[in-house]
């Protein structure tokens, strides 16, 4: 296993976990964007096409071809901290200490400036916050992975991505030839499987 230099997260279900009010603001938005009401086969033609393109944000962008930054758009209209949850109680002291052992940073296709403060976790814990906005094509398209590679200015082999998703985040991970790690499940796909936060930090200490 190569020396990890660098560890890059995803935001979504992954550091925090998104809430019924964020459930809700996402149907409204995909049903005001189709120009129809909320309903049950509204929500459903949104479920097909999130199954389609493993993304919240691609739903928008790529399956309605709207602008990129479409939906982090519709959250930075709400009140962030009705959106979503602190994923683990431990996390801002996990992310305190891993700070202090090598460069963490967040690649999500949300926004960071408002989240982060909104869930209790320090902006300067983080080197670098990419938003998956700046690119036509969001996550799993890989533009924003070949783009932490080159913030990192490291090798791939030496950069850790962890996320929640095999699809979206792990397997593109891997393409661009990073490390990869999923939380909350495992799955052979990974280098890592992290049940919590706290085993993040022990797999890095032994680095």
């Not at 699809?167 to 393409?175: H, M, S, T, V, W």
Request: aromatic share 12%; with cysteine; charged share 20%.
């Amino acid at each position: 296993m190569k020396k990890i230099q660098h560890v890059w997260f995803d935001f979504s279900d992954t550091l925090a976990f998104i809430t019924d009010a964020h459930r809700t603001l996402l149907y409204q938005s995909f049903a005001d964007a189709v120009g129809e009401p909320v309903s049950p086969a509204v929500i459903e033609k949104f479920k097909e096409l999130h199954k389609k393109y493993n993304s919240h944000s691609a739903v928008f962008t790529v399956g309605l071809g709207l602008l990129p930054g479409y939906w982090a758009d519709c959250v930075q209209s709400a009140d962030p901290a009705t959106l979503y949850t602190l994923a683990d109680p431990h996390l801002p002291q996990v992310l305190e200490q891993l700070h202090s052992l090598v460069p963490v940073s967040i690649f999500s296709n949300m926004r960071m400036e408002t989240l982060l403060p909104a869930i209790g976790l320090k902006k300067e814990w983080f080197t670098q916050c990419l938003s998956g906005s700046e690119f036509k094509n969001p996550k799993p398209a890989l533009d924003g992975f070949y783009k932490m590679i080159e913030l990192s200015n490291l090798p791939p082999e030496h950069i850790l991505f962890i996320g929640d998703s095999v699809q979206k985040e792990i397997l593109p991970a891997k393409k661009v030839g990073m490390m990869t790690g999923i939380v909350w499940s495992t799955a052979p796909e990974a280098d890592f499987s992290f049940c919590n936060f706290e085993e993040i930090l022990v797999a890095i200490q032994k680095n």
